[in-house]
Nanobody, 122 residues
């Protein structure tokens, strides 16, 4: 059974960078779509972006345009979320999720990691 684990979160100053990684056990990430979501305190979980099985990227938030990038490393069985020029409003728990195709909806994903906290603050 596929299990996902996020890592790389932490505290970073505004303008800083972080790279989150989604690692899998029990399956290959290269076979499916992997999405990144985030959930800020008191807000609903929202889709950040997704990479499908053909490595086609889709980003769902205008606010992250030009700052965030998703990539897949099949040799490591990971999908990364590179985040640059971070802002306080990027503070959230970030989750990766897996399913057969990309979707911007939480209901579109079968398997989820437990999340990693990203805090952007001076």
């Amino acid at each position: 059974q596929l299990q996902l684990v996020e890592s790389g979160g932490g505290l970073v100053q505004p303008g800083g960078s972080l790279t989150l990684s989604c690692a899998a056990s029990g399956g290959l990430l290269g076979d499916d779509a992997i999405a990144w979501f985030r959930q800020a305190p008191g807000k609903e979980r929202e889709a950040v972006g997704c990479i499908n099985r053909f490595d086609v990227l889709t980003y769902y938030l205008d606010s992250i345009s030009g700052r965030f990038a998703i990539s897949r490393d099949r040799s490591k069985n990971t999908v990364d979320l590179q985040m640059n020029s971070l802002k306080p409003e990027d503070t959230a728990v970030y989750y990766c999720a897996e399913d057969v195709s990309c979707s911007e909806y939480v209901q579109g994903y079968l398997t989820w990691g437990r999340g990693t906290q990203v805090t952007v603050s001076s």
